[in-house]
């Protein structure tokens, strides 16, 4: 996008937060922040955990990856046996790049949910520990 100088956080993603999903099964993305080399990215069922949590917390931290998406619910992806209805799940997503000093670091990143941003929000970082539910 011209004029908007660089994008430091994660934005765009999908899910949204907040929406309300039919099925078990999700692959969320988001589109990196400009100076990303990779993404510490953290997934979980309790807000307060996904929020403060760091690369040592096993039970909500996913890893640090490359790629600006990830598979929820499905076999050979997170939570194979799939998520649970009527449950509400919490994910983030750090940016990381150590050798550039603009990198963000601990963004404040992360959303969920089915849905579309209006086109005014597409830079827009995405919102810390977001959610998303699955329908009963």
């Known amino acids: 996008m ?9 934005r765009q993603p999908n899910p949204i937060n907040g929406s309300m999903i039919d099925q078990t099964r999700v692959t969320a993305s988001w589109y990196a922040g ?8 953290y997934f979980g069922e309790s807000y307060e955990r996904v929020s403060v949590a760091t690369p040592n917390d096993a039970d909500v931290y996913v890893g640090r990856q490359a790629v600006t998406q990830l598979l929820i619910g499905a076999s050979g992806g997170l939570m194979p046996t799939g998520l649970v209805p009527g449950k509400t799940y919490y994910w983030r997503v750090d940016e990381i790049n150590g050798s550039n000093p603009a990198s963000p670091g601990r963004a404040t990143s992360g959303a969920s949910g089915f849905g579309r941003k209006p086109l005014g929000d597409l830079t827009r970082p995405m919102e810390p520990n977001t959610s998303f539910r699955i329908r009963r």
């Open 2 to 10: 011209v004029g908007l100088g660089p994008q430091p956080f994660a």
């Open 34 to 41: 400009t100076f990303a080399a990779l993404h510490d990215v």
